[in-house]
């Protein structure tokens, strides 16, 4: 088969910024190409038209139109006709796409388009509780009604996500992938204890429960150093430009002395911040079914995670992992606690965390049951081939 992707970011060689959908497209794809089969990637939203294969897949970047009041729709249709210039002359089977923004919302393709859930702009809004743009909840349903398939990361994305449109579609269940070959344990000196969050520095994902969290564990353990790498966002809801910054207000002053915001790092630098983490937490109160989790686990980190919808899917509590409501200060930071206290019980969970990765997160065992579902699509649908 021939797989297209639309995404607006991909982790290539010179990527400004890379987010978990970008990450998830690159990790499938990797396993499609060893599969046999050939991956094109179109990434809109880049500051020039060009085209390059990295590690057998084929990129093309592909520059916005900028036009006032049209550039949305001239977008479209630009990413529309290189995708079929593509297929004239290299037929593309399939092409996925992300649910976010309804990016293929008036796209017409010669070949099945499935919209693959990681969560849309109105699913985020609705899990954040904050009012979501009529025009892109519009395009987002346009796009979900008008696909020939969906494919859910988690079985609570999809079940919400028909929810919040109101459609009945159907959809297969099938979970972000990650290279465990890539990501595993390695040996490292004996350091500091370390608490790591990494992922965007935003509102909906919990930075700002985390230093209620860091400041009762340090009281207990004033040694222990918290980490952040990530992006720093602005804050939708106060309009403050800094999410760091507002968090850095709610640490108390001994625990803010063990702080470090990385910032954004390039993303294969995260492994050796992952390595050197002794628990990693994410309090997330918005997800579909984060890769960062997966990647934490694999590397053996045991995790003190959100214990919303989608994380019943991937944590067994108490045995490879620990789920806590993100709301719940004292909570949260027990059990930061135990796995910092208790070493035997951190070792169980991290070794259990990594076969849970490794038997059902796999990013081979993910692509085959992804080339399945493309297959099935591909047979049930009927278009007039370029």
């Given at each position: 088969?021939?797989?297209?992707?639309?995404?607006?970011h991909?982790p290539?060689?010179?990527a400004?910024?890379?987010g978990?959908?970008?990450?998830s497209?690159?990790?499938?794809?990797?396993?499609?190409?060893?599969a046999?089969h050939?991956?094109?990637?179109?990434?809109?939203?880049?500051?020039a038209?060009?085209?390059f294969i990295?590690?057998?897949i084929?990129?093309?970047?592909?520059?916005?139109?900028r036009?006032?009041?049209?550039?949305?729709?001239?977008t479209?249709k630009?990413i529309?006709?290189e995708i079929?210039?593509?297929?004239?002359f290299d037929k593309?089977?399939?092409?996925?796409?992300?649910?976010?923004?309804?990016?293929?919302?008036?796209?017409?393709?010669?070949?099945?388009?499935v919209i693959r859930?990681?969560g849309?702009?109105?699913?985020?809004?609705y899990?954040d509780?904050?009012?979501?743009?009529?025009w892109?909840?519009?395009?987002?349903?346009w796009a979900?009604?008008?696909a020939?398939a969906?494919?859910?990361?988690?079985?609570?994305?999809?079940?919400?996500?028909?929810?919040?449109?109101?459609?009945?579609k159907p959809?297969a269940v099938?979970?972000?992938?990650?290279n465990?070959?890539?990501f595993f344990?390695?040996p490292i000196?004996a350091?500091?204890?370390?608490?790591?969050?990494?992922?965007g520095?935003?509102r909906k994902?919990?930075?700002?429960?985390?230093?209620h969290?860091?400041?009762i564990?340090?009281?207990?353990f004033?040694?222990?150093?918290l980490i952040?790498?990530?992006?720093?966002?602005?804050?939708k809801i106060?309009?403050?430009?800094?999410t760091?910054k507002m968090?850095?207000?709610?640490f108390s002053l001994t625990?803010?002395?063990?702080?470090?915001?990385k910032?954004?790092?390039?993303?294969?630098?995260?492994?050796?911040?992952?390595?050197?983490?002794t628990v990693c937490?994410?309090?997330?109160?918005a997800?579909?079914?984060?890769?960062?989790?997966l990647?934490a686990?694999a590397?053996?980190?045991?995790?003190?995670a959100?214990d919303?919808?989608?994380?019943?899917?991937?944590?067994?509590d108490?045995?490879?992992?620990f789920?806590v409501?993100?709301?719940?200060?004292?909570?949260?930071?027990?059990?930061i606690?135990?796995?910092l206290?208790?070493?035997?019980?951190?070792h169980?969970i991290?070794?259990n965390?990594?076969k849970?990765?490794?038997?059902?997160?796999?990013?081979?065992?993910?692509?085959?049951?992804?080339?399945?579902?493309?297959?099935e699509?591909?047979?049930?649908?009927?278009?007039?081939r370029?």
């Open positions: 088969m021939h797989i297209g992707f639309i995404t607006s991909f290539f060689h010179n400004k910024s890379v978990g959908i970008g990450t497209i690159k990790n499938l794809g990797d396993e499609l190409v060893i046999g050939k991956v094109t990637v179109f990434v809109y939203n880049q500051e038209d060009e085209k990295e590690a057998g084929h990129i093309q970047k592909i520059k916005n139109i036009f006032k009041g049209l550039s949305w729709w001239l479209r630009k529309q006709h079929c210039k593509t297929s004239k593309i089977d399939i092409v996925e796409a992300p649910d976010w923004e309804g990016i293929t919302a008036f796209i017409k393709l010669p070949c099945p388009i859930e990681n849309s702009d109105t699913y985020f809004c899990l509780k904050r009012p979501v743009k009529k892109n909840k519009f395009q987002e349903k979900l009604r008008q020939n969906i494919i859910a990361v988690s079985s609570f994305t999809g079940k919400v996500t028909n929810k919040i449109f109101g459609i009945d959809f099938i979970p972000n992938g990650i465990i070959d890539m344990p390695e000196a350091s500091h204890k370390t608490i790591l969050y990494f992922g520095i935003i994902k919990g930075l700002l429960e985390i230093p969290y860091f400041n564990v340090n009281e207990k004033p040694e222990v150093n952040l790498v990530g992006a720093d966002m602005p804050d106060s309009g403050s430009p800094s760091f968090m850095e207000l709610l625990a803010q002395q063990k702080v470090a915001f910032g954004s790092v390039p993303y294969h630098e995260i492994k050796k911040y992952i390595n050197a983490a937490i994410f309090p997330s109160y997800e579909a079914l984060p890769v960062s989790w990647e686990m590397m053996e980190k045991a995790i003190v959100s919303i919808g989608w994380s019943n899917e991937i944590i067994d108490g045995k490879d992992g789920k409501n993100p709301a719940h200060h004292k909570d949260f930071a027990e059990r606690i135990r796995l206290e208790d070493e035997p019980l951190r169980q991290e070794k965390a990594r849970k990765i490794s038997s059902k997160f796999s990013s081979k065992i993910t692509a085959n049951q992804t080339i399945e579902c493309y297959k699509i591909i047979k049930n649908a009927r278009f007039k370029i």
